[in-house]
């Protein structure tokens, strides 16, 4: 469902994909190649909410913020991510049910890990990789994993391509 919140509605890059269980209200942009799944929920009613492209948000995950939402592009949001962030930057993988509060900053090529809780205000820099509840940063995140979250977006790209193509989803 698409819905307009004081005037403003979603715009959607024409190579997006929006399942039709997706709920999108309010001031939200959605870059090219990019993909909201089944139950994900984007409320762009405090602020305006960007996504970049080829970025995909897997099911059930909710964005919202008190404030603007950006996330770039090469984003990966697993299923039953809960994101507050403020940013989140290019090629970071937000793994499954994953927490991150109100304020965080995340910067580009990082990994947080599944279940992690990101506490409000957090910044996270630049190839970090983060883990647990609540969430600290391990380490930088390794070549191999950089790579996984890479190869992932990736891999929604071509599913999102799919989609567009077959089935009645416009």
Known sequence: MIKKFNGKEPKIHPTA???EFAYLIGDIEIGSN???WPGVILRADSG???IG???NIQDNS???GDEDVFIGNGVTMGHMVMCHATRVGDNVMLANASVIN???NVGNNCLIGASSTVVPNMVIPDYSFV???PARIKSQISDKHLDMVKKNALSYVRRTKIYKKHGDFE
């Open 53 to 55: 492209e080829n970025t």
């Open 102 to 104: 109100d304020g965080v």
């Open 17 to 19: 994909f929006v399942s």
């Open 48 to 50: 305006k909410i960007i």
């Open 34 to 36: 990019s993909s909201i």
């Open 131 to 133: 883990l647990g509840t």
């Open 62 to 64: 909710i964005v919202h």
